[in-house]
Nanobody
Framework: QVQLVESGGGLVQAGGSLRLSCVAS????????MGWYRQAQGKQRELVAR???????NYASSVKGRFTISRDNAKNTVYLQMDSLKPEDTADYYC???????????????WGKGTLVTVSS
């Protein structure tokens, strides 16, 4: 059993910063990519950023230059530093780890339960 638990969401004024964290725990053998998705009310879930175990990153064009994703492989933790936040960044942010290989040799995708980020104007 593997769990992803996010933290760090909250209310911030436009132009402010927040740092999200996501810890993966359980019977983990390896995790390749970890990433963050977000879903605003009434909209589809979208990729925000992702990072490989080797440090390769991808960002949505809407957050490039403002958000930074990083990870600590030893701690199975991924971070999302969000700067220059805008009201349109308001959403539930979900941690995602596609194809986590467990110590039992199984591979599955895992999602966290989400953390709410609200940016006021």
């Amino acid at each position: 059993q593997v769990q992803l638990v996010e933290s760090g969401g909250g209310l911030v004024q436009a132009g402010g910063s927040l740092r999200l964290s996501c810890v993966a725990s359980g019977s983990i053998y390896s995790i390749n990519y970890m990433g963050w998705y977000r879903q605003a009310q009434g909209k589809q879930r979208e990729l925000v950023a992702r990072i490989s175990s080797g440090g390769s990153t991808n960002y949505a064009s809407s957050v490039k230059g403002r958000f930074t994703i990083s990870r600590d492989n030893a701690k199975n933790t991924v971070y999302l530093q969000m700067d220059s936040l805008k009201p349109e960044d308001t959403a539930d942010y979900y941690c995602y780890a596609p194809w986590v290989v467990t110590t039992e040799g199984r591979g599955m995708d895992y999602w966290g339960k989400g953390t709410l980020v609200t940016v006021s104007s």
